[in-house]
């Protein structure tokens, strides 16, 4: 079974500085899909970005970008310029590219950011 | 395009009283359904999912149940709340037809507390 590690139960960060939440998974599989989830105190889960392991280029949302290393099982969060509004939990999703239960996701436990102004 | 709806936003019930949380989904057809629970701010357990109408598969043995009765609806049930019941619960979905909803897709879940 597929397992996602984050190592970094909290971190913090000064506004307007960049931080990296880190992700690791287990898989044996070739073809998979990664995400980040943002979780602010609404708890209101929200998709930061999406990584389709076929592809090599590292995904990037506006101030948000991965750095996807697919042989170290790597999937790390860059957010830079950071603002008060990302303070939140973020959690790492890994997902199977098959079908069938496959479709879950699996979450890591999370890692809960603060932004210091 | 796509929605899901869930409710109720809170809900405080005795313990021993029944629960119904409901969660439909607008825009798709035949997603694949997720109940979670999140207790105490952290991480997501997974109690149920469903690929198709009538199709429920349980992840942990508990207290609740699952049922869709409609292709867009999901239903989270129990006959008798316990105290552990309590959490904060989120529905969600995702497909296979197309890769942007490859991830879930959550609902703004329900706090339930058991008193």
């Known amino acids: 079974a597929q397992t996602v590690t984050q190592s970094q139960p909290e971190m913090s960060v000064q506004e307007a500085e960049t931080v990296t939440l880190s992700c690791t998974y287990d898989t044996s599989e070739s073809d998979y899909y990664l995400f980040w989830y943002k979780q602010p105190p609404s708890r209101q889960m929200i998709l930061v970005i999406r990584q389709e392991a076929y592809k090599q280029q590292n995904a990037t949302e506006n101030r948000f970008s991965v750095n996807f290393q697919k042989a170290a099982k790597s999937f790390s969060l860059k957010i830079s310029d950071s603002q008060l509004g990302d303070a939140a939990m973020y959690f790492c999703?890994?997902?199977?590219?098959?079908?069938?239960?496959?479709?879950?996701?699996?979450f890591g436990k999370g890692t809960l950011l603060t932004v210091n102004p | 395009s796509q929605t899901i709806h869930q409710w109720p936003a809170t809900l405080v019930q005795p313990v021993g009283s029944p629960l119904s949380l409901e969660c439909t989904v607008e825009g798709t057809s035949n997603p694949n359904l997720y109940w979670y629970r999140q207790a105490a701010g952290r991480g997501l357990q997974l109690l149920f999912y469903s690929v198709g109408i009538g199709q429920i598969s349980s992840e942990v043995p508990q207290n609740l149940s699952a049922s869709r009765p409609q292709d867009r609806q999901f239903i989270l049930s129990s006959k008798k709340l316990l105290l552990s019941d309590s959490g904060f619960y989120l529905c969600?979905?995702?497909?296979?037809?197309?890769?942007?909803?490859?991830?879930?897709?959550f609902g703004s879940g329900t706090r339930l507390t058991v008193v």
């Open positions: 969600a979905w995702n497909t296979m037809n197309r890769e942007e909803h490859y991830g879930y897709t």
């Open positions: 999703a890994y997902r199977s590219a098959s079908g069938g239960s496959n479709y879950k996701l699996t």
